[in-house]
């Protein structure tokens, strides 16, 4: 069994509150657990309304594929122009 987990932190420019920011937040996470199968969730900075920090976990059989989902997450979150990725963390286990 292999664990791919990756924590992206992410700054937003538009919301101009809390209410505002998750609603970007959670439609950003819906949309990434309709289109690849992985956990998400928002875990960090959730009473700041310019920054949210999510993490992603995906379990499969090989190392390339814990990467190649990871990859295919990460670009898709660099595609919402809603959001602006400012760092990762890509671990496989």
Same mark, same amino acid.
């Given at each position: 069994?292999?664990?791919?987990?990756?924590? $992206?932190?992410? #700054?937003?420019?538009?919301?101009?509150?809390? +209410?505002?920011?998750?609603?970007? !937040?959670?439609?950003? @996470?819906?949309?990434?657990?309709?289109?690849?199968?992985?956990?998400?969730?928002?875990?960090?900075?959730?009473?700041?309304?310019?920054?949210? $920090?999510?993490? #992603?976990?995906?379990?499969?059989?090989?190392? +390339?594929?814990?990467?190649?989902? !990871?990859?295919?997450? @990460?670009?898709?979150?660099?595609?919402?122009?809603?959001?602006?990725?400012?760092?990762?963390?890509?671990?496989?286990?």
């Amino acid at each position: 069994m292999i664990i791919g987990t990756c924590t $992206v932190e992410l #700054v937003m420019f538009e919301p101009n509150s809390l +209410k505002e920011k998750r609603h970007i !937040i959670k439609s950003l @996470i819906g949309r990434l657990q309709s289109r690849f199968n992985a956990s998400i969730a928002e875990i960090d900075l959730q009473e700041k309304w310019k920054s949210a $920090v999510i993490g #992603v976990a995906c379990v499969t059989t090989t190392t +390339k594929h814990a990467n190649q989902m !990871i990859d295919n997450i @990460i670009k898709f979150i660099e595609g919402d122009n809603r959001v602006e990725i400012v760092q990762l963390h890509i671990e496989i286990l």
